[in-house]
């Protein structure tokens, strides 16, 4: 049996990596964009967004979402803009994006490449769903329609709320 250990990251690492990549890309930090479970998220005055993860296995994920946007020449989907892969640094985990604007679509580190990350009941899918459709509302449709484009192109969604999907 394997075991992982799973450490904390703290908010001193992540802004260490955070800096230590703009140094090396001689980039100045703007704002802080968000954050979360995975990671931060700071724009610079490029104008692009750096992702600096707390865990490997996000940053994986992440990753190959992007080579699998970019490979596809995938820029919108649905009419909602995806941010475009600049840069990325494997040591520092940090992946840099162009920065977009409303409406659109981001956050790739719990999306499945070629099939979902999990398998999980039909109970649980409905039960997930009906939890989507009351954060959309009358959304809804558009976000189905989103989820879809996304897996012709062999993406799986799986965050989906309405921070990751926004619309105008």
């Not at 005055?45 to 750096?50: D, K, R, V």
């Not at 475009?84 to 981001?106: G, Q, S, T, Y």
């Not at 490449?113 to 558009?142: H, M």
């Amino acid at each position: 049996m394997l075991v992982v250990m799973v450490f904390p990251v703290s908010d001193e690492d992540l802004r260490f990596r955070l800096t230590e990549y703009a140094k090396r890309r001689k980039l100045e930090i703007h704002e802080h964009l968000g954050g979360g479970i995975q990671g931060i998220v700071f724009s610079t005055y490029l104008p692009s967004a750096i992702k600096v993860f707390k865990r490997r296995v996000h940053y994986e994920r992440e990753v190959a979402v992007y080579h699998r946007i970019k490979s596809r020449g995938i820029s919108s989907v649905c009419g909602f803009t995806v941010p475009k892969p600049l840069r990325r640094h494997d040591e520092l985990m940090i992946v840099e994006m162009e920065l977009v604007v409303k409406p659109f679509v981001l956050d790739f580190a719990s999306a499945g490449v070629d099939g979902p990350l999990f398998e999980y009941s039909a109970e649980t899918l409905a039960e997930d769903e009906q939890r989507r459709k009351e954060l959309f509302e009358d959304r809804w449709p558009t976000v189905k329609n989103i989820i879809a484009e996304f897996r012709m192109h062999g993406i799986y969604l799986s965050d989906v709320k309405p921070g990751n999907i926004m619309f105008e």
